[in-house]
């Protein structure tokens, strides 16, 4: 792909994501900090409940994906706007797509691969559904 | 020029913030008690502060983001770019004004915990 081309496909895709990204990240905000109680109602209980729900991890693995690229994409055009050392930029840019990499695949997996009810914690920690029946 | 100069801190901001946040919610996959322990670090009031920091640099970044996309994509954007502006602070405060209050409350009162 030519510069020209992949800057073109950003611009598109910065605009694109950042629509989406308006209505998951405030429909986001009104479930989680909004709710009665704000951040104090959150808790491991509360956010395995919510991941339970396979509607809940397709939204929150969506919203995990474009808000990290639309974020990673944002910061490179900050770094190579601001960044004229070749060294210096190397590394940051190096930095920036391996931790974008590392919390990608992290996120996917906890919101995927989370036990909403682990054996042998405490029933009061737990969603309620883990002991019901 | 300045919804530009605050369109990029803004999503700077943002950009760290959501580092930290996959990672604090990385932890619901070690046990219940240590996620309740990190989220217990947010629920003071100095991070409750930042929080209306961090949801007002979100929503003038969303509100700014929609103007930029009117102004790239219709041919009287440009136009009316500086109007389109001070609608995105005018909403912005309205917003805020609506946020603030409920957030406050439930920072320095604790919540429902």
Same mark, same amino acid.
């Given at each position: 792909m030519t510069r020209g081309k992949f800057e073109r496909l950003g611009w598109i895709f910065m605009r694109v994501s950042g629509f989406f990204l308006i209505a998951l990240i405030f429909t986001h905000l009104i479930v989680n =900090?909004?709710? !009665? $109680? $704000? =951040?104090?109602?959150? !808790?491991f209980a509360f956010v395995a409940g919510k991941l339970a729900n396979p509607l809940w991890q397709w939204f929150d693995v969506t919203l995990l994906w474009l808000a990290l690229i639309h974020g990673t994409n944002g910061m490179r055009v900050v770094i190579e706007d601001y960044v004229y050392r070749p060294l210096l930029k190397r590394i940051l840019l190096g930095g920036l797509a391996v931790s974008t990499v590392v919390l990608i695949v992290l996120g996917t997996l906890v919101i995927f691969t989370l036990d909403p009810c682990p054996a042998g914690s405490p029933a009061d920690l737990l969603p309620s559904f883990c002991s019901a029946g | 020029m300045w919804s530009w100069v605050l369109h990029r801190i803004t999503g700077i901001a943002i950009y760290f913030f959501l580092l930290v946040h996959v990672l604090d919610t990385a932890t619901l996959r070690i046990s219940p008690e240590v996620y309740n322990g990190v989220l217990g670090a947010y629920k003071t009031p100095i991070m409750g502060i930042g929080e209306a920091g961090l949801v007002g640099a979100i929503v003038f970044h969303a509100l700014n983001g929609l103007r930029i996309i009117l102004v790239d994509a219709t041919s009287w954007g440009t136009r009316h770019q500086k109007k389109m502006f001070y609608i995105v602070l005018v909403l912005w405060a309205i917003l805020m004004a609506g946020f603030l209050p409920r957030h406050l409350i439930n920072v320095f009162t604790g919540g429902a915990e």
């Open positions: =900090v909004l709710q !009665d $109680g $704000g =951040v104090h109602a959150i !808790d | -």
